[in-house]
């Protein structure tokens, strides 16, 4: 069973179209929900940290949220620099008792000048 | 430029046979992870360690074996190796042992092909 759930899968944009990527987790004892980018070809690369439902954090056209169960990354008036996969992470303690951080599949944007 | 080097960064390779991928953290970085790609199973933790010793493990086969040196660089070993093993092999490091809170930095990956 998939702990972290992305969607959708793929995204296509028109540069300066905006939209919201989702990310739903089912851990229990969530201790952080992470955005990282990663270009083709590329390791990912940290974008933003929340902790508590209700958190927001921005960073140029991103922003990202917090509920209970999901984030969502809204993107504003996206550009094709913008283009990339976008993965979601959830940290949480797992049976072992330590700490886990587990990826979703991720959601590949497009955007199109 | 995240500071992890990762080599090689593509190796092919036969089934049956044994790899080593070579992982040099950031400076200062006590923690190394290993991470799979492929394109259906997205990133799969494998294994964490701290400091030279094993912190956590993930989805990491009994052909697969990792180590942290004293220098802090880290080596996965494959060994008999089947086609499904094809995938980038990210790895990621932070300065403490609690993932950095969240925030890992990632090598450019070793892309390993078995034929």
Redesign the interface.
Known sequence: EDQVTQSPEALRLQEGESSSLNCSYTVSGLR???WYRQDP??????LF?LYSAGEEKEKERLKATLTKKESFLHITAPKPEDSATY?C?V?YV?N?G?????????TMLLVSP | DSGVTQTPKHLITATGQRVTLRCSPRSGDLSVYWYQQSLDQGLQFLIHYYNGEERAKGNILERFSAQQFPDLHSELNLSSLELGDSALYFCASSVDWEWGAGELFFGEGSRLTVL
């Open positions: 952080g929900l992470f070809g590329k390791g990912p690369e940290f940290t993965l992470a940290k797992g072992s330590y700490s886990t951080l587990t990826f979703g599949k991720g």
